[in-house]
């Protein structure tokens, strides 16, 4: 459907200004400075270790890397606690240890309230990419609200 909205949260890793790119977890994202619609922020202030969200009109798992083309918006993102958070990314723990795991670079806390689309916290293991619907918590974890286990990576 070529209404539909995808959005990545994350830090911004690799980031060339020279080639217009940079990393969200194993996701690559291409923009095109002058196109790409910045919001609290400028296209100069884009660096590293900065917590963005990048809304694209293509889906993130089906393109690799995101193309400039379907980049609609880059925002820097505030993170409060109680905040709602979307992220989407790569398991980099052993799965689910103690009710959290690891996504790129977030801990993410599930409970007995977490939905699960599919399955269950045994989809989540290293190497899974999955979408997270959650809750910043004062500690800067994520508690999970959904999750959805959208395929795996070679890590």
Do not use: C, H, M, W
Not at 29 to 42: D, E, K, Q
Not at 55 to 69: G, K, T
Not at 131 to 145: H, R, T
Request: negative net charge.
């Amino acid at each position: 459907n070529g209404d539909e909205i995808y959005i990545i949260n994350g830090l911004v890793a690799y980031l060339s200004t020279f080639k217009f790119n940079f990393d969200i977890g194993q996701q690559a994202i291409n923009y095109y400075p002058g196109v790409t619609s910045f919001t609290g922020l400028t296209v100069a202030e884009l660096q590293n270790d900065l917590f963005v969200k990048v809304v694209a009109s293509q889906a993130a798992q089906l393109i690799d890397p995101l193309n400039a083309d379907s980049i609609t918006k880059i925002d820097q993102t505030v993170e409060t606690a109680g905040a709602e958070i979307d992220l989407y990314g790569i398991v980099t723990s052993d799965g689910v240890i103690d009710n959290e795991f690891t996504l790129t670079d977030r801990t993410i806390d599930i409970n007995a309230d977490t939905l699960f689309t599919q399955g269950n916290s045994d989809l989540i293991v290293l190497g899974a990419k999955v979408a997270v619907e959650g809750i910043v918590q004062a500690d800067g974890k994520v508690l999970a609200i959904k999750i959805a286990v959208i395929g795996t990576s070679q890590i």
